[in-house]
């Protein structure tokens, strides 16, 4: 079985797609991040919340074993906490990432308790999850009439 | 360095983002799925066919090593029509992914004669270029009131 991605690259795979993803929180104005909607979806803040309750509580999960429930709920009422929440979930991959094991990538985890996948299916998930709902956020900018950031950007 | 994922695992990644947007081709209205838009963006459609004109002309010029120009015109003009090509392509995917080589991946080309970067990575661009533009799918489904399928299924 020929294997086409490291874990090194991987990660960078996911950063550059987290690059992205804050310069979609940035084009929003402060107001509409938290606020407006389309067809009675979730304001991009809370897209970004659920993104940053996955990542590195999912990764810890992942790197310790230690099982916890999924927590979107975060304290954050402004463009500028939620970039800086952002920004320390950066670090904290970046300092998770090298524990996780080669074998540990094959293994079967309950990620937040419930939901059953091997731990590289989790990852490949969290990376997918974020594209998806990062696509919402450039429907909800061009509904706005805001240019957003190039998609090949990273 | 430590590889995470495999060839067939990477095509299975791809062909199940591929379902789950053929769900989502599925779930359009006929009329909707050629005219409905917002703030400017493309009909989910000329998408769809942004996906069909990448994937099987690229992996492709990947197997073969020829370069053509992206072309995404096509002569589509039935949601029936674009479910038969999308299908079509399901099975030039799956012909041509077991003729990508091991040492291929790693090399660098010029995809479409203007996109230049390594096999692997041109690869995972034409998957989270499918993801991101289904996600835009998703907020025009919940615009005209119609629920998505779940993201997870694949």
Do not use: C
Not at 45 to 72: H, Q
């Amino acid at each position: 079985m020929s294997e086409v991605i490291s874990s090194a690259a991987l990660l960078e795979v996911w950063q550059g797609n987290r690059r992205l993803t804050r310069r979609v929180i940035e084009a929003f104005p402060e107001k509409d991040l938290f606020e407006f909607s389309i067809g009675g979806m979730r304001p991009f803040a809370d897209l970004a919340k659920e993104l940053l309750g996955i990542a590195v509580p999912g990764l810890t999960e992942i790197v310790d074993g230690d099982t916890r429930p999924l927590s979107e709920d975060m304290n954050v009422h402004s463009k500028a906490e939620l970039l800086q929440l952002w920004d320390e979930a950066t670090e904290g991959i970046n300092a998770l990432w090298p524990r996780i094991t080669p074998e540990r990538f094959s293994e079967r985890i309950a990620l937040f308790g419930q939901y059953e996948n091997s731990v590289i299916d989790s990852i490949l998930y969290f990376i997918e999850n974020e594209i998806h709902h990062r696509g919402q956020g450039y429907v909800y900018l061009r509904a706005l009439g805001i240019q957003p950031p190039f998609f090949w950007e990273r």
